[in-house]
């Protein structure tokens, strides 16, 4: 049987980067490439009715004791457009400790200074690029975890949960759970693997919001401007200092949310900025709508209605309030966290996952750990023995006798 890991370093060698710019599903047709290739490896681990459908969702069943819940485990293919996922030179390095040498020719370093986790790797085999590009562990590892523990309980068989397997496209550009078939997947409940590190496990998520602010201004020659120019570029420098620079993602931690300018362009005539807003606390979140509002009225009482054009819209919520009335899901995967001798760290994502959207829809969806760090940089590693744990973690929440 194939390892974890093995499974692991073919899947990053398929770019499937998402693209928040195409309008189709998936945004990039190398994610059917992936999916086409999994689907196969389904089938000749004896997943009989592995399929991925017209919009690149893939779907699977290990069948299991009728008396036990169906359980979903989830996972997406794509990877996020923040870096680079072509060409990825994976490799394995023992580490013992101190800087680890990624690329010799370029000089880039993994450095323990600057990534403090590697102090708690320090005896593991943890898989690294080259510094060029991102690893995909996010989430290329919840699938090769996912279809390991699969390939296992078919093996090895005995006493299981039936397993429903669900693979997304187009996750990290928050439309992975859009077309997502909720009612065949025929899941009592699920859990992405899409965390982070050992332990980690998950039920609380952002509330999420975009915002695209237009900005248009008065474009002449610079030697007639004199009372006349209106510098687009400038008045959205001016909006964007209206807003808490505290709030921003480098100065927050835990539950507390911020705006996050991602994108800007201009010139005199047009400028325009793009933004996405997050809080755990939904009033707060629509504070913060509200106060890019009243930026953009203050901009247009300044220098003229029309001047700053503001679209906001809410994306997904967060998922507690659809998993505290079904807790036993929570203590399910902490129970067997606990007699694999893992410290279940119960912590709020930073962020979103398909299992909030999921949720929402009928589907109570928490997240687990994959073992990866650094996600959506250069600096991306996942150590090989974690790797191994989490197939165990998830082999034991299949197989346990709980409800």
């Not at 915002?211 to 201004?217: L, R, S, T």
Request: hydrophobic share 35%; glycine share 10%; charged share 25%.
């Amino acid at each position: 049987m194939e390892s974890v890991s093995q499974r692991f370093l073919r899947y990053v060698s398929f770019d499937t980067k998402s693209n928040e710019d195409s309008e189709t599903c998936p945004s990039t047709s190398n994610q059917l490439v992936l999916g086409k290739a999994i689907v196969e490896e389904m089938l000749a681990m004896g997943i009989h009715d592995a399929h991925m459908d017209s919009n690149g969702y893939v779907y699977g069943t290990v069948p299991g004791d009728p008396t036990m819940p169906t359980i979903g485990l989830i996972a997406h293919v794509d990877t996020s457009p923040d870096a680079s996922g072509a060409n990825v030179q994976a490799k394995i390095v023992e580490y013992t400790g101190g800087d680890i040498l990624l690329n010799e020719e370029k000089q880039i370093w993994l450095k323990e200074t600057e990534y403090e986790s590697l102090a708690r790797n320090v005896g593991k085999h943890l898989i690294v690029t080259d510094g060029t590009t991102l690893l995909g562990a996010d989430d290329k590892a919840g699938v090769a975890e996912i279809l390991t523990v699969a390939e296992r309980l078919i093996e090895k068989g005995g006493k299981h949960a039936t397993l429903k397997i669900g693979f997304t496209p187009d996750e990290e550009i928050g439309r992975g759970a859009d077309l997502f078939d909720v009612k065949n997947f025929g899941a009592d409940y699920a859990y992405t693997v899409d965390g982070g590190s050992l332990g980690e496990l998950e039920y609380e998520n952002f509330n999420a919001a975009g915002a695209k602010v237009e900005f248009f201004g008065i474009n002449i020659h610079p030697g007639s401007a004199k009372d006349k120019m209106k510098n687009s570029q400038l008045i959205a420098m001016e909006f964007h200092s209206l807003l808490p620079e505290q709030q921003r993602p480098e100065y927050t931690t835990g539950y507390e949310g911020f705006f996050l300018l991602t994108d800007m362009e201009g010139e005199v005539e047009k400028s325009t900025l793009s933004y996405i807003i997050r809080d755990h606390d939904l009033e707060k979140l629509r504070q913060k709508m509200a106060l890019m509002e009243s930026a953009a009225a203050f901009i247009n009482a300044k220098y003229g209605e029309g001047t700053a054009k503001l679209q906001m819209k809410e994306s997904y919520y967060n998922m507690r309030s659809k998993i505290e009335p079904c807790m036993y899901i929570v203590d399910r995967a902490k129970a067997a966290m606990e007699r694999l001798g893992i410290l279940p760290r119960i912590v709020p994502i930073r962020g979103g996952t398909d299992g909030a959207r999921l949720s929402f829809e009928g589907l109570p969806c928490p997240n687990l750990c994959t073992g990866g760090e650094n996600f959506h940089g250069r600096f991306e590693y996942i150590p090989v023995e974690d790797m191994e744990v989490i197939v165990e973690l998830l082999e034991e929440i299949l197989r346990s006798s709980e409800n």
